[in-house]
């Protein structure tokens, strides 16, 4: 089965795809409708500023892909901003709208913590995951941002704290979404997307 | 759940090759990059520095090509930089497989040359390199490997850099690097009660109680250290272990 990497111009592709592909999986970076249409499992990976991103997919016309794709039930894996573009909105760019698969606003992280958070913290499992299966409570992730959806969003199965809890993981049906870099977080973020790819 | 206190090697690298300055008596190899980087990589490192050291225009297709030897070994977050003058040098970096660029003396040239990085690949990806002076009970800012001061106050610099949209600082202290006396705490402290994004210390790390105090007395998120890493002096599990028993947080391998 492959795996269509979402390529919106940006962001740091090959050390997704070198994970991925570690794992046994097939990958094929997808810049075109046509090519996320087709993907038998999606990965949005995403790092910058949340304007330039939903620009980026907009500008490919990858946005309605990624909508019909989600309707059809493709498994879509979104890391770190591409977990943020799920939800409607971002205060990193009011103007601008989401693929709003969630309802709720990403917020900027508060000023009474160092910001960005950034660095390994560990999560808090709220309810039953499937992408943090078989991975230690006490396990730590790699984190690198500014913003986030707060934790009481929906589909929050994992929260993390700084300075307010947020959503670390996020499932629901065939969506799944991590605020961390899982190929950064060594071989407990392997084990994330290992589940991921166990989940297809 | 505390952010936990990283620890991060780091690649002085010239010509491809891992080096380390030996008192003015020249560079002495230290190995491959992509050899140490596996290494410690395996070992718990928390993330990985590679420095270009030669930061000339000829070394920068080489140095490229180092990042992206390095990032292949990588299953941790890669920070580097050395000599970035511009926002295409920067881009360059990240796109070879960086997560993280540092500047330093172009930034105090053309402190512009933040803003434009945070913008274009956000805060989380521009690290200012910082390294420092004590003069007059304060500190100043150096560029150009330390040897040009700036006449600027680290604090004041750091501070306008996160401005500009900077999203961490790697302070080193030129009083300390090299000398193994152990990192300059009250400089880290200053530096990062003052700025609102993380600190990484570096320079002066000999000893486990060094990495210690630069944690709980110099409030550093992260401490950098080269030689005694390379030269097997300490290994970082053992590091780990140490700082874990004295209550620092840290993530350790299993």
Known sequence: MKIAIVDYGAGNLPSVERALRGLGAETERASEAAQVSEAAAIVLPGVGHFGAFVAGLRERNLTEALKAARQAGVPILGICLGLQAMFASSEEAPSDSGLAFFPEKVTALPTNVKSPHIGWNQVRRVRESRLLCGVPDDGYFYFAHSFAALGAARATVAACDHGVSFAAVIEEANLFGVQFHPEKSGETGALVLRNFLESL | ?254
């Open chain 2, 1 to 254: 759940m505390p952010l936990a206190r990283r620890i991060i090697p780091c690649l002085d690298v010239d010509a491809g090759r891992v080096v380390k300055g030996v008192e003015f008596a020249g560079l002495r190899d230290m190995g491959d990059p992509a050899e140490l980087a596996a290494r410690y990589n395996r070992e718990g490192a928390d993330e990985l520095v590679v420095l270009d050291i030669s930061a000339s225009n000829q070394g920068r297709a080489t140095f490229l090509d180092t990042i992206r030897r390095v990032a292949e070994q990588l299953n941790i977050p890669l920070t580097a930089g050395g000599g970035i003058r511009t926002m295409e040098e920067g881009r360059a970096v990240l796109l070879a497989g960086a997560d993280k660029v540092t500047v330093n003396t172009a930034a105090v040239q053309r402190p512009e040359l933040i803003s434009e990085l945070s913008q274009q690949f956000g805060a989380q990806a521009v690290v200012l390199s910082l390294d420092v002076k004590r003069a007059n009970g304060s500190w100043e800012a150096y560029v150009r490997g330390g040897r040009q001061a700036t006449g600027r106050d680290a604090a004041e610099w750091a501070a306008e850099a996160v401005e500009r949209g900077a999203g961490e600082i790697l302070l080193t202290s030129i009083d300390r690097d090299g000398t193994r006396s152990g990192f300059d705490c009250e400089a880290t402290a200053k530096i990062a009660r003052t700025v609102p994004v993380p600190v990484i210390a570096s320079g002066g790390a000999s000893t486990f109680e060094d990495f210690r105090a630069v944690f709980t007395d110099g409030c550093a998120d992260a401490a950098l250290a080269a030689s005694i890493f390379h030269l097997e002096t300490h290994s970082i599990a053992a590091l780990k272990k140490f700082l874990a028993e004295r209550g620092v947080p840290v993530r350790q391998s299993r």
